[in-house]
């Protein structure tokens, strides 16, 4: 799946531009070298999993990964504030600030966020996507909702990230605890209202 926006996010279409296939990679790299990418990732389990899947799967296709492991403040220092030239890729998590595409897209692929903390990690640059945004950002949320979706079609088209996985949570509540929901968005229950029954 190569849309960007969350699930249950008005401007979401589902759509896979670049199906899952080793043999088309492995015949759009023929006759081109690749030298060893460097994937900067924070120091966690969680993300070194995610890195070795990413440095297995391109071993497939002859991609040499460099999987190079730093501390939490490093990663973000090298990926928010640093030019990126000292690493080809990198994983990160985002999770929208609020239900709109706008949270999805902007933060992630607006030039404006490039550098100086932003979180357009990829360095990922189009004009034409700026003006979209912008344009998106100025309407009504049911206005915008087919901008979003070809903002967000457009900016696939160029594959500036790579999405690995869209989690989902879980959570559980005993019968004697009242007041527990879980909110549509952010989808984390409400613990201000929590509470046990009497």
Avoid: C
């Avoid at 189009?126 to 100025?138: F, G, I, K, Q, S």
Wanted: glycine residues 8%; charged residues 20%.
């Amino acid at each position: 799946m190569t849309t960007y926006i969350t699930p249950g996010i008005s401007g979401r279409q589902e759509y896979n531009l670049y199906p899952e296939s080793t043999a088309k990679a492995q015949e759009l790299l023929k006759g081109k070298a690749v030298g060893q990418l460097v994937l900067l990732v924070s120091n966690d389990e969680g993300t070194l999993a995610l890195a070795q899947a990413v440095q297995q799967a391109l071993q497939k296709v002859n991609i040499s990964v460099k999987i190079n492991p730093v501390e939490s403040e490093t990663w973000i220092e090298k990926t928010t504030q640093s030019d990126g030239s000292d690493y080809d890729l990198t994983i990160a998590s985002w999770n929208p600030d609020y239900p709109s595409a706008n949270a999805n897209l902007q933060p992630l692929f607006a030039s404006s966020e490039i550098g100086s903390g932003g979180f357009n990690l990829g360095r990922y640059h189009n004009a034409e996507v700026d003006r979209m945004l912008a344009e998106a950002a100025a309407l009504p949320m049911d206005e915008a909702k087919d901008k979003w979706a070809n903002i967000d079609r457009l900016i696939a088209q160029d594959v500036p990230v790579v999405p690995l996985v869209f989690r989902r949570n879980a959570f559980l509540h005993g019968t004697g605890v009242s007041g527990f929901f879980v909110n549509p968005f952010p989808a984390y229950p409400n613990y201000l209202v929590v509470g046990v029954q009497k």
